[in-house]
Nanobody
Framework: QVQLVESGGGLVQAGDSLRLSCAASGRTSSSRYMGWFRQAPGKEREAVALISWTSTLTRYVDSVQGRFTISKDNAKNMVYLQMNNLKPEDTAVYSC?????????????????WGQGTQVTVSS
Protein backbone atom coordinates (compact mmCIF):
# COMPACT_ATOMS: atom_id res chain seq x y z
CA GLN A 1 0.00 0.00 0.00
CA VAL A 2 1.18 3.52 -0.86
CA GLN A 3 -0.03 6.76 0.69
CA LEU A 4 0.30 10.10 -1.13
CA VAL A 5 -0.29 13.56 0.33
CA GLU A 6 -0.24 16.74 -1.75
CA SER A 7 0.38 20.28 -0.54
CA GLY A 8 1.18 23.72 -1.89
CA GLY A 9 -2.00 24.74 -3.68
CA GLY A 10 -3.57 28.14 -3.30
CA LEU A 11 -5.08 31.22 -4.90
CA VAL A 12 -2.77 33.25 -7.16
CA GLN A 13 -2.98 35.75 -9.99
CA ALA A 14 -2.14 35.07 -13.63
CA GLY A 15 1.61 35.11 -14.15
CA ASP A 16 2.41 33.95 -10.61
CA SER A 17 4.15 30.72 -9.59
CA LEU A 18 3.38 27.85 -7.24
CA ARG A 19 5.28 24.75 -6.16
CA LEU A 20 3.24 21.65 -5.37
CA SER A 21 4.66 18.84 -3.22
CA CYS A 22 3.71 15.17 -3.00
CA ALA A 23 4.90 13.10 -0.03
CA ALA A 24 4.92 9.33 -0.58
CA SER A 25 4.97 6.68 2.15
CA GLY A 26 4.28 2.97 2.58
CA ARG A 27 5.42 0.40 0.00
CA THR A 28 7.00 2.96 -2.29
CA SER A 29 9.63 0.54 -3.64
CA SER A 30 7.03 -0.99 -5.98
CA SER A 31 6.16 2.34 -7.63
CA ARG A 32 8.04 2.99 -10.88
CA TYR A 33 6.45 6.25 -12.06
CA MET A 34 4.81 9.28 -10.47
CA GLY A 35 2.37 11.58 -12.20
CA TRP A 36 0.67 14.89 -11.59
CA PHE A 37 -2.93 15.02 -12.81
CA ARG A 38 -5.48 17.82 -12.77
CA GLN A 39 -9.23 18.12 -13.12
CA ALA A 40 -10.75 21.48 -14.00
CA PRO A 41 -14.45 22.35 -13.64
CA GLY A 42 -16.45 20.68 -16.41
CA LYS A 43 -13.45 18.78 -17.78
CA GLU A 44 -12.07 15.27 -17.58
CA ARG A 45 -9.01 14.52 -15.48
CA GLU A 46 -5.78 14.83 -17.46
CA ALA A 47 -2.13 14.04 -16.85
CA VAL A 48 0.15 17.09 -16.87
CA ALA A 49 3.57 15.65 -15.99
CA LEU A 50 5.25 12.29 -15.33
CA ILE A 51 8.56 11.27 -13.79
CA SER A 52 10.46 8.02 -13.24
CA TRP A 53 11.78 7.16 -9.79
CA THR A 54 14.79 5.30 -11.19
CA SER A 55 15.78 7.24 -14.33
CA THR A 56 15.86 10.79 -15.68
CA LEU A 57 12.67 10.35 -17.75
CA THR A 58 10.11 13.16 -17.59
CA ARG A 59 7.08 13.92 -19.79
CA TYR A 60 4.73 16.88 -20.08
CA VAL A 61 1.42 17.58 -21.76
CA ASP A 62 1.70 20.25 -24.48
CA SER A 63 -0.32 22.86 -22.59
CA VAL A 64 2.23 23.06 -19.73
CA GLN A 65 5.46 22.40 -21.65
CA GLY A 66 7.98 25.11 -20.83
CA ARG A 67 6.00 26.42 -17.85
CA PHE A 68 5.84 23.43 -15.47
CA THR A 69 8.74 21.32 -14.19
CA ILE A 70 8.37 17.98 -12.41
CA SER A 71 11.17 16.88 -10.09
CA LYS A 72 11.88 14.41 -7.31
CA ASP A 73 13.92 13.77 -4.18
CA ASN A 74 14.42 10.01 -3.94
CA ALA A 75 15.91 10.13 -0.43
CA LYS A 76 12.84 11.94 0.90
CA ASN A 77 10.25 10.13 -1.26
CA MET A 78 9.05 13.51 -2.51
CA VAL A 79 7.81 14.64 -5.92
CA TYR A 80 7.35 18.29 -6.86
CA LEU A 81 5.61 20.29 -9.56
CA GLN A 82 7.00 23.78 -10.13
CA MET A 83 4.36 25.83 -11.94
CA ASN A 84 5.46 29.13 -13.49
CA ASN A 85 3.53 31.74 -15.47
CA LEU A 86 0.22 30.34 -14.30
CA LYS A 87 -2.86 31.00 -16.40
CA PRO A 88 -6.57 30.98 -15.48
CA GLU A 89 -6.99 27.79 -17.51
CA ASP A 90 -4.59 26.06 -15.09
CA THR A 91 -7.26 26.30 -12.38
CA ALA A 92 -7.99 22.75 -11.20
CA VAL A 93 -7.62 20.23 -8.42
CA TYR A 94 -4.11 18.79 -8.76
CA SER A 95 -3.43 15.22 -7.61
CA CYS A 96 -0.30 13.10 -7.52
CA UNK A 97 -0.44 9.41 -8.38
CA UNK A 98 1.85 6.37 -8.37
CA UNK A 99 2.09 3.61 -10.99
CA UNK A 100 3.62 0.15 -10.60
CA UNK A 101 3.49 -0.54 -14.36
CA UNK A 102 6.66 -1.08 -16.41
CA UNK A 103 6.22 1.90 -18.76
CA UNK A 104 5.08 5.50 -18.24
CA UNK A 105 1.49 6.40 -19.05
CA UNK A 106 -0.78 9.44 -19.38
CA UNK A 107 -3.83 7.28 -18.55
CA UNK A 108 -5.28 7.80 -15.08
CA UNK A 109 -6.39 4.16 -14.88
CA UNK A 110 -2.76 3.03 -15.08
CA UNK A 111 -2.02 4.58 -11.68
CA UNK A 112 -2.85 2.51 -8.61
CA UNK A 113 -2.45 5.04 -5.80
CA TRP A 114 -3.76 8.59 -5.51
CA GLY A 115 -3.55 11.52 -3.14
CA GLN A 116 -6.55 13.60 -2.08
CA GLY A 117 -5.63 16.57 -4.26
CA THR A 118 -4.85 20.23 -3.71
CA GLN A 119 -6.77 23.16 -5.19
CA VAL A 120 -5.00 25.62 -7.50
CA THR A 121 -6.99 28.71 -8.46
CA VAL A 122 -5.57 31.30 -10.88
CA SER A 123 -7.41 34.60 -11.23
CA SER A 124 -7.13 36.92 -14.22
Amino acid sequence: QVQLVESGGGLVQAGDSLRLSCAASGRTSSSRYMGWFRQAPGKEREAVALISWTSTLTRYVDSVQGRFTISKDNAKNMVYLQMNNLKPEDTAVYSCAASEYLIPSYVAGDYQYWGQGTQVTVSS
